[in-house]
Every structure is written in C-alpha cells, then in structure tokens.
C-alpha cells in the first residue's frame, strides 16, 4: 500500500503542474487585474466546506496548512489533493457574461515522523490572473476625431512550495509549528492599442514579471479537555513578502487584417531585478472539536493593505479583515449503516477587501458547504464541496460577480515508522 502511495504522489504532481499551466489558459475575473490576482485559497476541501476555517481546527487524520501548529496533532500518514470546478457570472450595468474553469488546487503531504514532530511538504496555488477588458475611446487629432481601441489582458499565476513542521509540548496541549514557503512562477500582462482608422501606428506591449522568494508561516495552538470535547485557541502570522522579481517587456506592430491582427515583434527589452513586498497577515481562531463526531471553528484575518501600492487610478488599497466559520458533524462514526459515518460540512465567510475602486470596496461573501464519504475499512475519504458567493457590485461601471464553486478531493491516511514485532 504504500508503494501505491509513492506511486500516486508522483503521479499527482505530475498532473499538478500540467493542469495547473492549462488552467492559466481558462481562468477569467477582472478583478485578478489588481497586485499578484485574485488570492487562491489551498486550504483542503474539507476546510473549505467549513468556511476555510482552520486555525483553531486540528485532525489526527487531516492536514490543517491555515495552522502549522495544528501538524502536531497528526497520527496517521495522510496524502490529500483535490480539483475544482468554478462558475461566474459578471454583471455591470450593461453587461452580462459567463466564464467557467477547471483547476487542480494542489497537494499536500504529512507524516509523524516520530512523537517529537511532524513534518508537511505540499505544492499548492497561492494566486490566478486572467482578464481581458476592452475599451473604446475617441481621440481629437487635427481636428479629427479618431477612435482608439485598447485592449487590456493577462495571465499567469504564483504557486508555492510547503515545507511544514509541527512540534507538541506538554502533553500536547501546546503545540508550536513553522512553514516555510517558496514562492515561484510568472504574470504576463498585454496592453494593445489599436486605431479603427487607417495610417495609424498599432502597437502590443507585453510585460512579463518573474517572481520568486522565501516566506514563512508560525502558528501557536493550546487545546484542554471539556468533558468529551477539546477546546482549541489558536494564533497564525504570515510573514510579509519580499519576492524578487525581474521583467521583460516585450513590443509588437499590430498588422490589422480583415478578421484579426498580425502581431510582429520589433524590439525586447529586460529591466533590472528589483523587489515586490506583500504585507504579511495574522490570524486568531477558536474551536471545539470530538474526533469523528463534531468540530465547530471560527476565524478573524487581519491584513494591512495600506502598504500595497499602485499607479492604477480611482484605486487604493486599506486594511482588510475577514471572519469564517464552519461546523463538521458525523451522526454515529461507530455504528452500522454508511450514511451515519459520513461527514457533514457547513461554514460560511465574510471578507472585507483591501481592494477598493472609486470608493467603493469589493467585499466578498459566501456559504460553503460538503461532505466527507468514508471508505469503507478505513479512515480515507472522498471529499465534495459547493460554494455558492458573490464578489463586488454592479455600480459605477464595477463589476459583481456570483459564483458557484464545487471540488472533489481525497484524503489517504496509513500508518508508517511503526516498528513490528513478533511474539
């Protein structure tokens, strides 16, 4: 068995990183325009159902990534990965469009190595862009007014690599852990003007931005016993960032055809490296939880957006929060009957952005719900999640957008380092 473990690790980053890069090709929020994208989350699906709570949530069985400390807690091997499927609508007071996508959201990887700590290696998306705005605007010249397109479009994304470890103390009731990420990949933005009139210069510009550098992640956990119960409080913060990136600009002649443009590069330039900071976040959670029977979480983030910075107009970045909640109940994990032992997930959320466009702010909100099927014999699970949101508002040329969401992911559990003996 844990040859095929091996086997399906290798297999399932293989196809991670396929998928990831096709998925470059079919994500689309205008919305991913602003600082590195719209923010991905790589919590596991069955913190996702609830609410992406996490900080105070912690499993002998699961791998909580919002609290390294929670890694302490682990008892059994436990591999998880997971895909998902989005639906949007955007709306703005003329418009309405559809955009769909598949993506793979990671994978992540635990062992106790011992009953000293417990070490997690995962690969997950840290954030998307992909947008493409056009617009049509009238330029005076020589007494003439010209009609000008321009076209305003990206991809790309950053993704991160999981060096995680949890260590217990006092009996465990207090449990300290770290994170250690590297940041890596790339996003290309294009600006394309082009004249709806003859005799014009026509001009594409792509800017490139490799990105790449450390992070960090501690987290803090107390849990005491309540009658049948563990009540957990917890504590996380994520370091600011400080990637380095380094861009290529890239510029085209845009050749217009009678059905499309034909694109003919004329010069490259590449910039000096410079650096990219990104605030870092703090977090403090509660929960109360009895393994196989029921877990409630709560959550408050904290991230100072002040600090961001952009050139953009009508935009500014301030201080943001968010609050989460979730609730898992099995009704009878020890009976007979296949439907008593499935997990069944609630949670919900309310982010308020640090995003904010002609004053207005672009808040976030939506229910999450899912289940975790059990096979049979074992602790493994099949998990499914749905969430149904919205983003935004359709006023002053903004744009809102309602989503639903579903994924289907797998939580392996073994048991490894555990030494046979023979009577």
Do not use: C
Request: proline letters at 3%.
């Amino acid at each position: 068995m844990k040859i095929y473990t091996g086997l399906l690790i290798i297999l399932s980053l293989s196809f991670y990183q396929f998928a990831y890069s096709q998925a470059d090709e079919l994500y689309y929020s205008p919305y991913s325009y602003y600082g590195l994208g719209d923010k991905i989350s790589s919590n596991a699906l069955r913190n996702r159902a609830l609410g992406s709570t996490g900080i105070a949530i912690s499993s002998p069985i699961n791998i909580v990534t919002d609290n390294p400390a929670s890694y302490a807690n682990l008892k059994q091997t436990t591999f998880e990965f997971s895909s998902s499927y989005k639906k949007s609508r955007f709306i703005t007071d003329s418009i309405r469009i559809k955009r769909s996508n598949i993506a793979f959201d990671g994978l992540t990887f635990g062992f106790p190595a011992n009953k000293h700590f417990t070490l997690v290696l995962g690969l997950n998306p840290v954030s998307k862009s992909g947008y493409k705005v056009r617009q049509i605007s009238d330029l005076v010249h020589e007494n003439d007014t010209l009609k000008l397109l321009t076209i305003r479009s990206g991809d790309g994304g950053i993704q991160k690599t999981i060096l995680g470890l949890g260590i217990p103390f006092l009996k465990h009731k207090l449990n300290l852990g770290v994170n250690a990420f590297y940041y890596f990949g790339n996003i290309s933005r294009y600006k394309e003007t082009v004249f709806l009139q003859q005799g014009f210069i026509n001009t594409l510009v792509k800017n490139k931005t490799n990105y790449k550098g450390w992070g960090y992640h501690f987290g803090v956990m107390y849990s005491d016993s309540m009658g049948k119960f563990q009540f957990r409080i917890g504590a996380s913060y994520q370091t600011s960032l400080k990637l380095k990136i380094q861009q290529t600009y890239e510029y085209y002649d845009v050749k217009p055809n009678i059905t499309s443009f034909t694109y003919i590069p004329f010069d490259t330039l590449e910039k000096e490296k410079k650096q990219f900071k990104y605030p870092g976040e703090i977090g403090i959670g509660i929960g109360l939880d009895q393994f196989n029977k029921l877990t409630l979480g709560f959550d408050f983030r904290y991230f100072d957006g002040t600090k961001l910075s952009t050139n953009e107009p009508n935009t500014v970045f301030k201080k943001s929060f968010k609050f989460q909640y979730g609730l898992e109940w099995v009704p009878n994990f020890s009976e007979e009957g296949y439907w008593k032992k499935v997990a069944y997930r609630f949670g919900g959320y309310y982010h308020q952005s640090e995003l904010q466009l002609f004053n207005q702010s672009i808040n976030q909100t939506a229910v999450t719900f899912g289940m975790g099927l059990p096979f049979r014999r074992t602790l493994s699970r099949l998990n499914v999640f749905f969430e149904l949101g919205q983003r935004g508002v359709a006023t002053q040329n903004l744009v809102k957008e309602i989503y639903f969401s579903t994924g289907l992911g797998v939580t392996f559990n073994e048991t490894w380092f555990i030494k046979r003996k023979l009577e």
